[in-house]
């Protein structure tokens, strides 16, 4: 039976105990949940802690606003809403015969099957998933990349950083976890999932856990019987694909137009949780409202209270990275 290698925090009486964690949503449904999710923090501890990062990477620029007790909680304060300008004028001039944006596409040819870009102007990636497949290349370097390394830097608070919490009356774990919250029914966050995966992999720090919460197919009642198909078919490609990384094969993929690469030889995760929204058998199901408020509520209580302690003394002996950090201490 496996040991906790880390000492449970037990915060002092009059104190609030915080894991720190980043919160990295990919599409749509990213935004349902992560609204409530501050919403939960913020009603816990008067103002959501530095070290709680949050970002809704979309290719969609609509924001998403929950109401709790008489209180809005949006998502404007970190939604980055990624252009799709790129892609439109790649897409254009890729009709047109350019030989320049031809000769540039080049690097991007064994991984993006160009005969099936397809980009309209119209919010999201409307199912076209080699328009995505190529859309977060193109965004990546400038978009993506820096904001990762910003959010991840909020992980492990500086001594200065550790001072400011106790005065606000946080006691912070030695753990740390990340989460990627994307839906697996639609386009942004399947052609999304795979990269972010391996690139947080590649740049998190060596104690820090790798979650991952994927909305199956399922979970997407409210779309049309032809988005319900064709997103059984994306999930489908992307988690064989995914799981392929898992079992042994690597990602080495250029992601951006600068030669930026994410090259991966582990795994891409340390747990993937999939959600769909039935209970009791599939007798019941949950309307997308809430789902999104299940998962908020799970990701808070990790978060802030001993579930989270117990989960990842767990899930940490399973992670080779976080022993060793701990044993070099």
């Known amino acids: 039976m496996p040991h906790n290698d880390f000492a449970p925090v037990i915060p002092p009486e009059g104190t609030l105990r915080v894991m720190p964690s980043a919160y990295i949503g990919l599409g749509g449904y990213a935004k349902a949940v992560f609204p409530r999710l501050d919403a939960h923090f913020q009603q816990h501890y008067g103002v959501r802690p530095d070290c709680l990062p949050m970002s809704i990477f979309d290719f969609d620029e609509a924001q998403a606003e929950v109401t709790v007790d008489g209180q809005g909680f949006s998502t404007q304060p970190y939604l980055r809403a990624l252009p799709k300008k790129p892609l439109l004028d790649f897409a ?190 599939g007798r019941t199901t949950l309307t997308t409202d809430d789902l999104a408020e299940l998962v908020a509520l799970f990701l808070y209580q990790v978060a802030v209270g001993p579930i989270g302690e117990r989960l990842l003394g767990l899930i940490g002996n399973l992670n080779p990275d976080a022993q060793e950090a701990h044993h070099a201490d």
């Open 92 to 281: 254009r001039k890729m009709r047109g015969k350019h030989q320049q944006t031809h000769a540039f596409l080049q690097r991007f040819t064994p991984y993006v099957d160009f005969a099936h870009v397809q980009a309209v102007e119209a919010p999201g990636l409307n199912l076209f998933v080699q328009s995505g497949n190529l859309a977060w290349r193109l965004v990546w370097e400038h978009h993506v990349l820096p904001d990762l390394t910003s959010k991840l830097q909020q992980l492990h608070p500086a001594p200065h950083a550790q001072g400011q919490l106790e005065r606000q009356g946080l006691v912070a774990s030695p753990r740390s976890a990340i989460w990627v919250i994307a839906g697996g029914g639609s386009t942004t966050g399947p052609t999304g999932l795979i990269p972010m995966l391996c690139e947080l992999k590649s740049l998190k720090p060596p104690q820090t856990n790798l979650f991952a919460v994927v909305f199956t197919p399922a979970a997407y009642r409210d779309k049309t019987t032809h988005h319900q198909v064709k997103g059984r078919a994306i999930f489908r490609a992307t988690l064989t694909q995914l799981l392929a990384i898992y079992d042994g094969h690597e990602f080495d993929q250029p992601y951006g137009v600068n030669g930026h690469r994410i090259n991966l030889h582990e795994e891409p995760f340390d747990q993937l949780f999939l959600v769909d929204g039935s209970i009791m058998g």
